[in-house]
């Protein structure tokens, strides 16, 4: 009876053991909000891939907090109101802890109020327009000060640029970059005449007349230079038309914000040499951790001509200091990890580190490359890393104003009223 007792209470024991195990082994859940179809998916489908290529690889080292992390892949198929279906669907139905996705500004704002509603945590990883500091958004990719207000500079000290072409895809982020630019360039003694500024839809594919336009243009005997923030694939059609037109890098040079490897890789790049792009990473950048990361990039997608890209790095990035921060918090609830992520630290892929700021951006290197006939980049110009500014100096409205989440819980504080101003700004 004694050693019936005992095995009972052994059998008993053992249960309960293995429950709280069972428990404790439950999936922390995230999610990935990236188009896989429609005109971005020629950009995000890699962030997907990136994302569970890095569940892939925490889950190999045991997971987080003794728990496997299971990706939760929607797809809002580019069109802007399905971003915020879709994260209301992560964040209510998948119960996921953190999300990471989106690549235009609009998609991104599209989700914002679902995620303030449902304190929801964002990790946006692309290159923005900045103007924007959310409690629930972590902006892993560039701010204005770290891609396009250098990238300027370059132009201007480097190429002898004197009359500008600012051609944008038209929503917001091109929108806003542009009015940064156009403030900044006008600062610097530039003409209101010799800056051009021009907007297409999503998609667009004719684009002789607006070649036509910028070539036009240094008719004068000004040094003529384009600024893109095209979007998606209408890089291809703009691309050709330049080539067609007899258009080379030493005649008019353009600086694209949204063209990088992966872009590249689906055009003919022959006649694109020496035409420019600004990022914080290229794939040509030389260091263990790139050589690291391309190998297991490989590895994971089995295609040994897949690129790697800028937005890649910021993923990777972005889901290291949730990592890090869920780790120092003990928890993947929502406070605590932004509590703990501001001042993580995370090595990058040029040799250095990424900090997360107390605005919820990141420091990074800004990187300017000439495309070569490859699809890669000559990395001809590299930074320090760079603070990311959630508002730019270059707007009257918005020099006034900061952001500091965990010091002043705001993301729009202005220094002359010393309080928090509650609404957004209107670019």
């Keep these: 009876m004694t050693r019936l007792t005992k095995l009972l209470m052994l059998t008993s024991a053992l249960t309960l053991a293995n429950a709280a195990w069972a428990q404790e082994g439950e999936p922390i859940r995230i999610g990935v909000l990236h188009s896989l179809s429609g005109t971005m998916a020629i950009s995000e489908t890699t962030l997907k891939d ?7 690889q925490q889950n190999a080292k045991g997971g987080l907090l003794g728990r496997p992390i299971e990706a939760v892949v929607v797809d809002p198929a580019s069109d802007w109101p399905l971003f915020a279906e879709k994260a209301r669907e992560l964040l209510t139905v998948s119960d996921v802890d953190a999300i990471f996705g989106c690549w235009t500004s609009v998609s991104r704002k599209s989700v914002l109020p679902v995620l303030e509603e449902l304190n929801g945590l964002l990790f946006y990883p692309v290159q923005y327009e900045g103007e924007e500091s959310s ?3 972590i902006y892993t990719g560039a701010a204005p000060n770290q891609q396009a207000i250098p990238a300027v500079d ?4 480097e190429l002898g640029v004197e009359s500008w072409a600012l051609l944008g895809t038209d929503y917001v982020y091109p929108r806003t970059t542009n009015n940064i630019l156009e403030a900044y360039l006008k600062d610097k003694g530039v003409a209101a005449e010799d800056i051009f500024v021009n907007y297409t839809p999503f998609g667009h594919s004719d684009w002789s007349k607006i070649v036509a336009d910028v070539v036009a243009r240094g008719a004068g005997g000004k040094k003529v230079g384009v600024v ?6 209408a890089n291809v059609g703009f691309y050709k038309e330049l080539a067609a037109a007899g258009v080379s890098a030493d005649d008019i040079p353009v600086m694209a914000f949204s063209v990088g490897e992966e872009e590249l890789a ?5 006649n ?8 914080n990473y290229f794939q040509t950048a030389e260091s263990p951790e790139n050589d690291a990361f391309i190998a297991g990039w490989k590895e994971f997608i089995g295609d040994d001509k897949r690129v790697t890209n800028d937005p ?6 972005g889901f290291n200091a949730w990592v890090a921060a869920v780790e120092k918090a003990g928890t993947t609830e929502v ?8 001042g993580v630290e995370v090595p990058n892929l040029t040799g250095g580190t990424a900090t997360v700021l107390p605005n919820h951006h990141l420091t990074k290197p800004v990187l300017i490359g000439e495309i070569r006939e490859d699809g890669q980049f000559d990395i001809v110009s590299q930074t320090e890393p760079v603070p990311g500014d959630a508002w730019t100096d270059f707007l009257p409205e918005s020099a006034v104003l900061d952001a500091d989440w965990p010091g002043k819980s705001c993301g729009m504080f202005n220094t002359e009223t010393q309080s928090c101003v509650q609404v957004q700004s209107n670019y």
């Design 50 to 56: 990136t994302v569970l290529m890095m569940v892939e």
């Design 135 to 137: 409690k629930n958004v």
């Design 154 to 157: 370059y132009m201007m000290e």
């Design 228 to 233: 893109s923030t095209i979007n998606g694939d």
């Design 266 to 270: 689906g055009l003919d790049t022959a």
């Design 272 to 279: 694109l040499v020496g035409h420019l792009a600004a990022w």
């Design 312 to 317: 890649m790095e910021a993923t990777m990035i």
């Design 335 to 342: 406070d605590p990890v932004l509590e703990a992520i501001v």
